[in-house]
């Protein structure tokens, strides 16, 4: 099993610009996740899906935009990209409803991503 | 509001000794509480949970938490430090159905 996958590893935008990050997870997860990393401030949820259908805010969402593709594939969208998000993006998934909402978060290998 | 607080941006220990990485929360409601370990480029991998029972939780690597509800704490321990558990160390707590918060992550480096 490949687990949670990312694409891509990074990547560089000029402000303004546009981009899908991908992420896809073979362990047959209902829930997915999308986290920024920026140091000194941990990890902070942008959105999540429960399971698939269903996507919902965290806490940093503004400029983000999300599509839960089929129960796989969670992809996140810049639409205007700022240098305010110059970031690692991380997608995450767990087994959701069926765990009681009390099982680990399984993670990707980061998206690095430079907005010039 | 909930939260985690990792108190230490950096641990610095020696090679076979034992190693503390604190974390305390604030949370209403019964705490759920996890650690994960990031390597360098690398994404987080989880190494222990808190749901509920025994307050000494064991995890991957020769990890153990001890969970103490007086003091609202989660703090991480190894009984040896080695060279490899060198990392970034994030304690996180669960604040709603399938929502995790983060704290801010603790740097341990072990000497050899």
């Known amino acids: 099993n490949a687990g949670v996958t990312q694409t891509p590893k990074f990547q560089v935008l000029k402000t303004g610009q546009s981009m899908t990050l991908q992420c896809a997870q073979d362990?047959?997860?209902?829930?997915m996740y999308w986290y920024r990393q920026d140091p000194g401030m941990g990890l902070r949820l942008i959105y999540y899906s429960a399971s698939e259908g269903t996507t919902d805010k965290g806490e940093v969402p503004n400029g983000y935009n999300v599509s839960r593709l089929n129960k796989r594939e969670f992809s996140l969208r810049l639409e205007s990209a700022a240098p305010s998000q110059t970031s690692v993006y991380f997608c995450?998934?767990?087994?959701?409803?069926?765990?009681?909402?009390?099982?680990?978060?399984?993670f990707g290998p980061g998206t690095r991503l430079t907005v010039l | 509001a909930q939260s985690v607080a990792q108190p230490e941006d950096q641990v610095n220990v020696a090679e076979g000794n034992p190693l503390t990485v604190k974390c305390t929360y604030s949370v209403s409601g019964n705490p759920y509480l996890f650690w994960y370990v990031q390597y360098p480029n690398r994404g987080l991998q989880f190494l222990l949970k808190y749901i509920t029972g025994d307050n000494l939780v064991k995890g991957s690597y020769g990890f153990e938490a001890e969970f103490n509800k007086s003091q609202t704490s989660f703090h991480l321990k190894k009984p040896s430090a080695l060279v490899s558990d060198s990392a970034l160390y994030f304690c996180?707590?669960?604040?709603?159905?399938?929502?995790?918060?983060f704290g801010t992550g603790t740097r341990l480096l072990v000497s050899p």
């Open positions: 996180a707590v669960r604040v709603a159905f399938q929502k995790l918060v």
């Open positions: 995450a998934s767990s087994g959701g409803r069926e765990s009681g909402g009390m099982d680990e978060q399984f």
């Open positions: 362990m047959n997860h209902n829930s």
